[in-house]
């Protein structure tokens, strides 16, 4: 007795069909998760209010760079990682020798850059000493004896006399401060990983129909994911 199988289709063909099809599949979702994340975090740091420049700083790469792969991933990070990271976890600062943090008060001003202003760049621009004062009540001051200007910034006295010469606090002295938490980064994450294996099925059957030549019928197979 002589027996004798054919499969068709060509079981080989329609095997490597199904895994270009996977692969394609994979790979479009993991850049359609990359870019959702990146998408997201850089809508909760502007959010914040903490500015489209840092917003920029999230950046979001899918490997493998070209081609396709079942084992494609997905890499989302910030180009700022410590400033974004702060924001992100809220954590205690200290200062780095010990001593005191200095927070500076609106008389103090902008630093050089825009941002903000160390006790030894203000005694440099303004050509004035800054005197300790302790208070046992409250956090201790860095002061000047000057003035106000107009714009409310502690400038030099110009009365030879003294008059109109007051104390002015420049900078609040304490021994550590607590960032508060802006951000929630592993939300969007978690949300953004659950909706994947949803992204692979839909993109698979996308491409499946694809390579088997059939339209594809975007009402017939709808992909939905949401929010937590």
Same mark, same amino acid.
């Given at each position: 007795?002589?027996?004798?199988?054919?499969?068709?289709?060509?079981?080989?063909?329609?095997?490597a069909s199904e895994i270009a099809a996977g692969e394609k599949a994979v790979s479009?979702?993991?850049?359609?998760? +990359?870019?959702?994340?990146?998408?997201?975090?850089?809508?909760?740091?502007?959010?914040?209010?903490?500015?489209?420049?840092?917003?920029?700083?999230?950046?979001?790469?899918?490997?493998?760079?070209?081609?396709?792969?079942?084992?494609?991933?997905?890499?989302?990070?910030?180009?700022?990682p410590e400033i974004v990271g702060a924001h992100d976890t809220g954590p205690l600062?200290?200062?780095?020798? +010990?001593?005191?943090?200095?927070?500076?008060?609106?008389?103090?001003?902008?630093?050089?850059?825009? #941002?903000?202003?160390?006790?030894?760049?203000?005694?440099?621009?303004? #050509?004035?000493?800054?005197?300790?004062?302790?208070?046992?009540?409250?956090?201790?001051?860095?002061?000047?004896?000057?003035?106000?200007?107009? $714009? #409310?910034?502690?400038?030099?006295? $110009?009365?030879?006399?003294?008059?109109?010469?007051?104390?002015?606090?420049?900078?609040?002295?304490?021994?550590?401060?607590?960032?508060?938490?802006?951000?929630?980064?592993?939300?969007?994450?978690?949300?953004?990983?659950?909706?994947?294996?949803?992204?692979?099925?839909?993109?698979?059957?996308?491409?499946?129909?694809?390579?088997?030549?059939?339209?594809?019928?975007?009402?017939?197979?709808?992909?939905?994911? $949401?929010?937590?």
């Amino acid at each position: 007795m002589r027996l004798k199988l054919d499969v068709t289709p060509d079981l080989v063909a329609t095997m490597a069909s199904e895994i270009a099809a996977g692969e394609k599949a994979v790979s479009a979702a993991m850049r359609e998760a +990359g870019s959702n994340l990146k998408t997201a975090w850089r809508g909760q740091i502007t959010g914040a209010g903490l500015g489209r420049r840092l917003a920029n700083s999230i950046r979001s790469q899918t490997y493998p760079k070209s081609g396709e792969s079942l084992n494609a991933a997905a890499l989302v990070w910030s180009k700022a990682p410590e400033i974004v990271g702060a924001h992100d976890t809220g954590p205690l600062i200290r200062s780095k020798d +010990g001593f005191w943090l200095a927070i500076p008060l609106e008389a103090a001003g902008k630093g050089f850059r825009g #941002g903000r202003i160390a006790p030894g760049e203000w005694e440099r621009r303004r #050509g004035l000493r800054l005197r300790f004062v302790y208070r046992r009540r409250g956090p201790s001051l860095l002061v000047a004896d000057g003035r106000l200007n107009t $714009r #409310g910034l502690g400038v030099a006295s $110009r009365s030879k006399t003294g008059r109109g010469r007051s104390t002015v606090p420049i900078f609040l002295l304490v021994p550590q401060v607590r960032l508060p938490k802006r951000l929630d980064l592993e939300r969007d994450a978690e949300w953004v990983i659950d909706a994947v294996p949803g992204l692979v099925v839909a993109n698979w059957v996308e491409n499946h129909w694809k390579i088997a030549g059939k339209p594809y019928d975007q009402g017939h197979f709808k992909h939905s994911s $949401r929010r937590h």
